[in-house]
């Protein structure tokens, strides 16, 4: 559960599939930045819960 919440932070992961993304959803690079941080924030609210799961 904490490799999936960090994965929207990690840009190079993600940013060899940009062009793809926007030719086969057929939206825009600020449709893709959007998702991403909208992705990112999400992983920044969960994380702190994941990692004291990962302590106990």
């Given at each position: 559960?904490?490799?999936l919440?960090?994965?929207?932070?990690?840009?190079?992961?993600?940013?060899?599939f940009?062009?793809h993304?926007?030719?086969?959803?057929n939206?825009?690079?600020?449709g893709?930045?959007?998702?991403?941080?909208v992705?990112?924030?999400?992983?920044s609210l969960?994380?702190?819960?994941t990692?004291?799961?990962?302590?106990?």
């Open positions: 559960m904490g490799l919440a960090s994965i929207p932070g990690q840009t190079m992961g993600v940013s060899i940009t062009d993304l926007i030719s086969s959803l939206v825009s690079n600020v893709i930045s959007s998702t991403y941080t992705g990112t924030l999400g992983s969960i994380i702190n819960y990692e004291e799961l990962f302590d106990r």
